[in-house]
Protein backbone atom coordinates (compact mmCIF):
# COMPACT_ATOMS: atom_id res chain seq x y z
CA UNK A 1 0.00 0.00 0.00
CA UNK A 2 1.52 3.50 -1.25
CA UNK A 3 -0.34 5.58 1.77
CA UNK A 4 1.75 5.72 4.84
CA UNK A 5 0.89 6.17 8.16
CA UNK A 6 1.30 9.81 9.41
CA UNK A 7 2.90 8.96 12.39
CA UNK A 8 5.73 6.98 10.85
CA UNK A 9 6.27 9.69 8.04
CA UNK A 10 6.28 12.19 11.44
CA UNK A 11 8.97 9.58 13.36
CA UNK A 12 10.98 9.53 9.64
CA UNK A 13 12.05 12.96 9.61
CA UNK A 14 12.36 13.46 13.44
CA UNK A 15 15.57 10.74 12.90
CA UNK A 16 16.58 12.77 9.59
CA UNK A 17 16.55 15.78 11.33
CA UNK A 18 18.33 15.17 14.67
CA UNK A 19 21.96 14.52 14.66
CA UNK A 20 22.05 12.38 18.00
CA UNK A 21 19.05 10.09 16.75
CA UNK A 22 20.40 9.94 13.49
CA UNK A 23 23.66 8.40 15.18
CA UNK A 24 21.87 6.29 17.34
CA UNK A 25 20.18 5.31 14.16
CA UNK A 26 22.89 4.27 12.64
CA UNK A 27 24.25 2.26 15.05
CA UNK A 28 21.38 0.80 16.46
CA UNK A 29 18.63 1.03 14.28
CA UNK A 30 14.89 1.49 14.88
CA UNK A 31 15.39 -0.01 18.35
CA UNK A 32 18.14 2.14 19.58
CA UNK A 33 15.83 5.51 18.65
CA UNK A 34 13.08 3.92 20.34
CA UNK A 35 15.23 3.18 23.56
CA UNK A 36 16.13 6.74 23.11
CA UNK A 37 12.96 7.92 23.22
CA UNK A 38 11.90 5.69 26.30
CA UNK A 39 14.82 7.53 28.20
CA UNK A 40 12.98 11.09 27.51
CA UNK A 41 15.02 12.60 24.20
CA UNK A 42 14.22 15.97 22.87
CA UNK A 43 11.03 17.24 21.14
CA UNK A 44 12.04 17.34 17.35
CA UNK A 45 8.71 17.00 15.81
CA UNK A 46 7.78 20.66 17.01
CA UNK A 47 7.15 22.86 13.66
CA UNK A 48 7.20 20.18 11.46
CA UNK A 49 4.37 21.23 9.16
CA UNK A 50 5.28 22.51 5.85
CA UNK A 51 9.24 22.67 6.83
CA UNK A 52 11.35 21.72 3.68
CA UNK A 53 12.84 18.65 3.25
CA UNK A 54 15.45 17.74 0.45
CA UNK A 55 14.03 20.40 -2.06
CA UNK A 56 10.33 19.37 -1.31
CA UNK A 57 7.45 20.66 1.23
CA UNK A 58 5.62 18.16 3.13
CA UNK A 59 2.26 18.94 4.98
CA UNK A 60 1.48 16.27 7.73
CA UNK A 61 -2.30 17.96 7.45
CA UNK A 62 -2.40 17.34 3.53
CA UNK A 63 -2.20 13.87 3.47
CA UNK A 64 -0.76 13.80 -0.24
CA UNK A 65 0.53 10.65 -1.16
CA UNK A 66 3.30 11.74 -3.14
CA UNK A 67 4.85 13.96 -0.16
CA UNK A 68 4.70 10.50 1.76
CA UNK A 69 6.35 8.69 -0.97
CA UNK A 70 8.95 11.24 -1.15
CA UNK A 71 9.82 11.40 2.28
CA UNK A 72 10.36 7.80 2.65
CA UNK A 73 12.41 7.75 -0.31
CA UNK A 74 14.78 10.40 0.61
CA UNK A 75 14.92 8.19 4.46
CA UNK A 76 15.68 4.69 2.41
CA UNK A 77 18.32 6.73 0.16
CA UNK A 78 20.21 7.96 2.98
CA UNK A 79 19.86 4.71 5.90
CA UNK A 80 19.35 1.82 3.60
CA UNK A 81 16.54 0.54 4.63
CA UNK A 82 12.96 -0.04 2.91
CA UNK A 83 12.09 -2.50 0.85
CA UNK A 84 13.28 -3.43 -3.09
CA UNK A 85 9.80 -1.85 -3.83
CA UNK A 86 10.75 0.97 -2.48
CA UNK A 87 14.15 1.47 -3.77
CA UNK A 88 12.81 0.65 -7.18
CA UNK A 89 10.23 3.70 -6.95
CA UNK A 90 13.11 5.91 -6.35
CA UNK A 91 14.67 5.27 -9.44
CA UNK A 92 11.31 5.98 -11.27
CA UNK A 93 11.76 8.00 -14.74
CA UNK A 94 11.17 12.15 -14.17
CA UNK A 95 10.78 14.37 -16.96
CA UNK A 96 13.10 16.96 -17.58
CA UNK A 97 12.96 20.79 -17.09
CA UNK A 98 10.94 22.91 -19.85
CA UNK A 99 12.94 25.91 -21.35
CA UNK A 100 12.27 29.42 -22.60
CA UNK A 101 14.08 31.58 -24.94
CA UNK A 102 13.92 34.34 -26.94
CA UNK A 103 13.93 34.84 -30.59
CA UNK A 104 14.15 38.07 -32.80
CA UNK A 105 13.08 37.37 -36.49
CA UNK A 106 12.60 40.25 -39.78
CA UNK A 107 9.45 41.41 -40.52
CA UNK A 108 9.31 39.10 -44.17
CA UNK A 109 10.11 35.46 -41.59
CA UNK A 110 7.39 36.38 -39.99
CA UNK A 111 5.24 36.14 -42.99
CA UNK A 112 6.44 33.49 -45.41
CA UNK A 113 7.88 31.54 -42.42
CA UNK A 114 11.50 29.82 -41.85
CA UNK A 115 13.83 27.74 -39.73
CA UNK A 116 15.69 29.70 -37.24
CA UNK A 117 18.26 27.79 -35.13
CA UNK A 118 18.40 28.68 -31.57
CA UNK A 119 21.36 28.11 -28.63
CA UNK A 120 19.44 26.74 -25.43
CA UNK A 121 20.94 25.92 -21.97
CA UNK A 122 21.97 21.71 -22.11
CA UNK A 123 23.16 19.04 -19.31
CA UNK A 124 26.17 16.82 -20.94
CA UNK A 125 26.33 14.34 -17.68
CA UNK A 126 27.45 16.91 -14.93
CA UNK A 127 28.61 19.44 -17.35
CA UNK A 128 26.17 22.61 -17.99
CA UNK A 129 26.79 23.65 -21.83
CA UNK A 130 24.74 25.02 -25.04
CA UNK A 131 23.15 22.64 -27.83
CA UNK A 132 21.84 24.24 -31.11
CA UNK A 133 17.77 23.57 -31.83
CA UNK A 134 16.61 24.33 -35.58
CA UNK A 135 12.89 25.69 -34.71
CA UNK A 136 10.31 25.82 -37.77
CA UNK A 137 8.70 29.17 -37.81
CA UNK A 138 4.96 29.17 -39.05
CA UNK A 139 3.59 31.49 -41.67
CA UNK A 140 1.68 34.22 -40.16
CA UNK A 141 3.64 34.31 -36.74
CA UNK A 142 2.91 37.18 -34.64
CA UNK A 143 5.12 39.71 -32.23
CA UNK A 144 5.29 38.18 -28.98
CA UNK A 145 3.63 34.86 -29.83
CA UNK A 146 5.47 31.46 -28.28
CA UNK A 147 6.30 28.56 -30.12
CA UNK A 148 6.46 25.13 -28.11
CA UNK A 149 9.41 22.60 -29.52
CA UNK A 150 8.40 19.19 -27.72
CA UNK A 151 11.26 17.23 -26.53
CA UNK A 152 14.11 20.32 -26.75
CA UNK A 153 14.38 21.30 -23.05
CA UNK A 154 16.51 19.60 -20.43
CA UNK A 155 16.85 15.91 -20.07
CA UNK A 156 15.04 13.48 -17.95
CA UNK A 157 16.49 11.68 -14.90
CA UNK A 158 16.37 7.82 -14.32
CA UNK A 159 15.12 7.21 -18.66
CA UNK A 160 12.23 10.16 -18.02
CA UNK A 161 11.66 12.28 -21.60
CA UNK A 162 13.64 15.22 -21.84
CA UNK A 163 11.06 18.72 -21.20
CA UNK A 164 10.33 21.23 -23.87
CA UNK A 165 11.57 24.25 -25.19
CA UNK A 166 9.09 27.02 -25.86
CA UNK A 167 10.38 29.81 -27.96
CA UNK A 168 8.65 33.68 -27.91
CA UNK A 169 8.91 35.11 -31.01
CA UNK A 170 9.77 39.09 -31.42
CA UNK A 171 9.36 40.20 -34.96
CA UNK A 172 11.34 43.68 -36.11
CA UNK A 173 8.88 46.42 -37.99
CA UNK A 174 9.22 47.22 -41.02
CA UNK A 175 9.66 50.88 -42.73
CA UNK A 176 6.92 50.31 -45.44
CA UNK A 177 4.21 47.57 -44.34
CA UNK A 178 2.67 47.88 -40.99
CA UNK A 179 0.77 45.40 -39.90
CA UNK A 180 -2.50 44.70 -38.01
CA UNK A 181 -3.77 41.28 -37.01
CA UNK A 182 -3.86 39.31 -40.49
CA UNK A 183 -4.10 42.59 -42.42
CA UNK A 184 -1.48 44.83 -44.33
CA UNK A 185 -2.12 48.51 -44.56
CA UNK A 186 0.55 51.13 -46.88
CA UNK A 187 0.41 54.56 -48.20
CA UNK A 188 0.70 55.31 -51.76
CA UNK A 189 1.38 58.65 -53.28
CA UNK A 190 -0.68 59.67 -56.44
CA UNK A 191 -0.47 62.76 -58.74
CA UNK A 192 -3.32 65.46 -58.79
CA UNK A 193 -4.18 64.38 -62.33
CA UNK A 194 -4.06 61.09 -60.95
CA UNK A 195 -6.61 61.72 -58.49
CA UNK A 196 -8.91 63.87 -60.42
CA UNK A 197 -8.88 61.51 -63.50
CA UNK A 198 -8.22 58.44 -62.69
CA UNK A 199 -5.60 55.76 -63.23
CA UNK A 200 -3.73 53.15 -62.42
CA UNK A 201 -0.88 52.54 -59.89
CA UNK A 202 1.88 50.17 -58.83
CA UNK A 203 1.38 48.97 -55.28
CA UNK A 204 4.19 47.50 -54.09
CA UNK A 205 2.35 43.89 -52.05
CA UNK A 206 3.90 40.82 -49.92
CA UNK A 207 3.77 39.35 -52.99
CA UNK A 208 5.79 41.42 -55.60
CA UNK A 209 4.32 44.79 -57.37
CA UNK A 210 0.68 44.58 -58.37
CA UNK A 211 -1.62 46.72 -60.21
CA UNK A 212 -4.07 48.93 -58.46
CA UNK A 213 -6.62 50.73 -60.38
CA UNK A 214 -7.13 54.54 -59.07
CA UNK A 215 -10.90 55.60 -59.43
CA UNK A 216 -11.96 59.39 -61.07
CA UNK A 217 -12.25 61.75 -58.02
CA UNK A 218 -10.40 60.07 -55.47
CA UNK A 219 -9.78 61.86 -52.60
CA UNK A 220 -7.23 61.63 -49.99
CA UNK A 221 -7.22 59.62 -47.34
CA UNK A 222 -9.39 57.09 -49.36
CA UNK A 223 -8.65 53.31 -48.84
CA UNK A 224 -8.19 50.65 -51.86
CA UNK A 225 -8.28 46.84 -50.60
CA UNK A 226 -6.37 44.47 -52.35
CA UNK A 227 -7.82 41.10 -51.15
CA UNK A 228 -6.30 38.26 -50.01
CA UNK A 229 -2.97 40.19 -50.02
CA UNK A 230 -2.21 40.42 -46.52
CA UNK A 231 -0.46 38.03 -44.08
CA UNK A 232 -1.36 33.83 -43.90
CA UNK A 233 -3.35 33.40 -41.45
CA UNK A 234 -1.52 31.40 -38.64
CA UNK A 235 -2.90 27.87 -38.53
CA UNK A 236 -5.68 28.57 -40.36
CA UNK A 237 -6.78 28.69 -44.29
CA UNK A 238 -6.76 31.82 -46.09
CA UNK A 239 -4.58 35.26 -45.55
CA UNK A 240 -5.83 38.96 -44.59
CA UNK A 241 -6.39 41.64 -46.94
CA UNK A 242 -4.15 44.89 -47.87
CA UNK A 243 -5.25 48.16 -47.63
CA UNK A 244 -3.64 50.85 -49.65
CA UNK A 245 -4.27 54.72 -48.29
CA UNK A 246 -4.27 57.15 -51.04
CA UNK A 247 -2.39 60.12 -50.79
CA UNK A 248 -2.83 63.18 -52.92
CA UNK A 249 0.44 65.28 -54.19
CA UNK A 250 -0.41 69.00 -54.20
CA UNK A 251 2.94 70.10 -55.77
CA UNK A 252 3.82 73.81 -54.94
CA UNK A 253 4.24 76.57 -57.74
CA UNK A 254 8.19 75.83 -57.56
CA UNK A 255 8.25 72.26 -58.55
CA UNK A 256 5.19 73.30 -61.71
CA UNK A 257 6.72 74.32 -65.22
CA UNK A 258 5.87 77.41 -67.15
CA UNK A 259 3.10 75.11 -68.96
CA UNK A 260 1.75 73.53 -66.16
CA UNK A 261 1.13 76.86 -64.01
CA UNK A 262 -0.19 78.15 -67.31
CA UNK A 263 -2.80 75.54 -67.42
CA UNK A 264 -3.83 75.56 -63.58
CA UNK A 265 -4.82 79.67 -64.25
CA UNK A 266 -7.11 78.32 -66.86
CA UNK A 267 -8.31 75.47 -65.39
CA UNK A 268 -8.73 77.98 -61.92
CA UNK A 269 -10.66 80.53 -64.16
CA UNK A 270 -13.03 77.69 -65.33
CA UNK A 271 -13.64 76.58 -61.66
CA UNK A 272 -14.60 80.77 -61.23
CA UNK A 273 -16.96 80.72 -64.00
CA UNK A 274 -18.96 77.64 -63.31
CA UNK A 275 -21.50 77.96 -61.22
CA UNK A 276 -21.82 74.26 -60.61
CA UNK A 277 -18.05 73.82 -59.31
CA UNK A 278 -17.56 72.41 -56.11
CA UNK A 279 -15.79 75.43 -55.49
CA UNK A 280 -19.32 77.36 -56.05
CA UNK A 281 -21.03 74.27 -53.95
CA UNK A 282 -19.05 74.70 -50.90
CA UNK A 283 -19.40 78.66 -50.95
CA UNK A 284 -23.24 78.29 -50.96
CA UNK A 285 -22.94 75.18 -48.19
CA UNK A 286 -20.73 78.00 -45.96
CA UNK A 287 -23.25 80.74 -46.37
CA UNK A 288 -26.18 79.34 -45.88
CA UNK A 289 -25.00 77.73 -42.75
CA UNK A 290 -23.27 81.06 -41.52
CA UNK A 291 -26.61 82.46 -41.86
CA UNK A 292 -28.36 79.80 -40.04
CA UNK A 293 -26.09 80.74 -37.07
CA UNK A 294 -26.63 84.18 -37.23
CA UNK A 295 -30.86 84.05 -37.15
CA UNK A 296 -29.98 81.52 -34.06
CA UNK A 297 -27.96 84.14 -32.34
CA UNK A 298 -30.96 86.67 -32.41
CA UNK A 299 -33.36 84.54 -30.95
Keep these: DRRRDPQEAKEAYEVLSNDEQRQVY ?4 HAGVDAARQGGGPDVGEGFDGMPFQGFHFDMRSGNIQDFERLFEEFESVFGGGSGRRRRANNRPYKGEDVQTILTIDFFDAVKGCKHTVKVPFIDGNRQTEKEVTTEIPA ?34 DDYFR ?11 VSLSQAV ?15 LKIPEGTQTGTRLVLRDRGVPRLHRRGRGHHYVQVMVQIPKPSELSSRQIELMEEFNEEEVNNSYSWFERWSRMISKSLESLKQGAKM
Design 26 to 29: DAYG
Design 140 to 173: GVYDGATLRVPGQGLPGHNGGESGDLFVRVRVKP
Design 179 to 189: REDDDIFTELP
Design 197 to 211: LGGTAEVLTLDGMVE
